[in-house]
């Protein structure tokens, strides 16, 4: 009983790590429909700003806002810089919808380098700001402790308040408008390019708070080459799919369906499948459900 009731805990916590990375993809498909792969990249730096505030004030909390600051402020600076660039100057090329998507896994590949550069290959780590150690019940130890609770908890504040965003404000309204509609959104005095910047913000304040959080987590060491981050980044891609793309509550769900599938896989079968598992149920769900556990609406309210 307590192995099923640990493995479920596990894949609960490992989801929503995954359900963080999905949330930031999913925001920057909302606002720009271009799927960022450079996001991992932005974490990871992200990640490194927090881990060096850590270092100078001793402080996880002040060092994650911080990080997520940063994080949005990179995501809005590689979106004013260079994405615009590249959408106007793509516009007409015959890889016009793929050139964004294929820009962004260059910028995936340059972070990581000059990070490598800037810090070599210095393993770093992240003290847990509460206690790693599992609660207790009968005298039995469970794999999710103070620090797993804080993490699942982050999630769902954080989809619960985007969702607020997307759904019940102008600017969730705008963010969808000028995705989608941008022309039509100019004449209706939408500032399109600056919406667009505020989503790749957002995302990239997320993905912040899940290189925070998935690092004193997973006890891993902390460096430019992380496997961590490149897994977060397909297994939180994987998510986002599952989810259907489209909804931030999708998003979520997803990254948990995917860690409780991945969970079982690595404690009830083998570790060495966990990798593919992940593909395989991607490609059931899709069968299934082409659009997604939660499908993108045909209609919207203007």
Do not use: C
């Not at 959408?87 to 995936?108: D, N």
């Not at 847990?128 to 908890?153: D, E, M, Q, R, Y």
């Not at 997307?166 to 959104?185: C, D, K, M, W």
């Not at 599952?242 to 860690?259: D, F, H, K, N």
């Amino acid at each position: 009983m307590y192995k099923f009731l640990n493995t479920v805990l596990i894949g609960i916590t490992s989801g929503a790590i995954y359900s963080l990375m999905a949330l930031a993809l999913v925001l920057v498909w909302r606002s720009t429909r271009v799927v960022n792969f450079a996001q991992a990249g932005q974490a990871l730096l992200s990640t490194y700003i927090g881990y060096e505030v850590i270092q100078n004030f001793h402080s996880f909390w002040l060092a994650l806002a911080i990080a997520m600051v940063a994080g949005a402020a990179v995501a809005a600076l590689i979106d004013a810089i260079f994405m615009r660039t590249l959408f106007k100057r793509a516009a007409e090329g015959p890889i016009a919808g793929v050139a964004p998507i294929i820009a962004t896994l260059g910028l995936l590949g340059l972070i990581r380098a000059l990070l490598g550069l800037v810090v070599g290959g210095k393993e770093a780590s992240i003290r847990p700001p509460v206690s790693n150690i599992g609660f207790t019940i009968s005298g039995h130890t469970l794999a999710f402790s103070p620090l797993k609770l804080l993490i699942v908890a982050s999630v769902l504040f954080l989809m619960l308040v985007l969702s607020l965003i997307f759904q019940h404000t102008n600017v969730g309204l705008a963010l969808r408008a000028s995705a989608y509609a941008p022309e039509i959104a100019r004449l209706a005095g939408v500032k399109v390019d600056g919406i667009r910047t505020l989503g790749w913000a957002l995302a990239g304040a997320a993905g912040a708070a899940a290189g925070m959080l998935q690092t004193p987590d997973g006890n891993g060491a902390l460096s430019p080459d992380s496997l961590e981050f490149s897994l977060l980044l397909v297994f939180g891609f994987i998510a986002a799919v599952i989810g259907g793309l489209e909804s931030l509550v999708g998003a979520v769900l997803g990254g948990l369906l995917l860690g409780l599938v991945l969970a079982f896989v690595l404690i009830y079968i083998s570790g060495s499948l966990v990798f593919i598992t992940a593909f395989v149920l991607l490609i059931i769900v899709l069968l299934v459900k082409p659009g997604g556990l939660i499908g993108s609406r045909r209609g919207r309210r203007a």
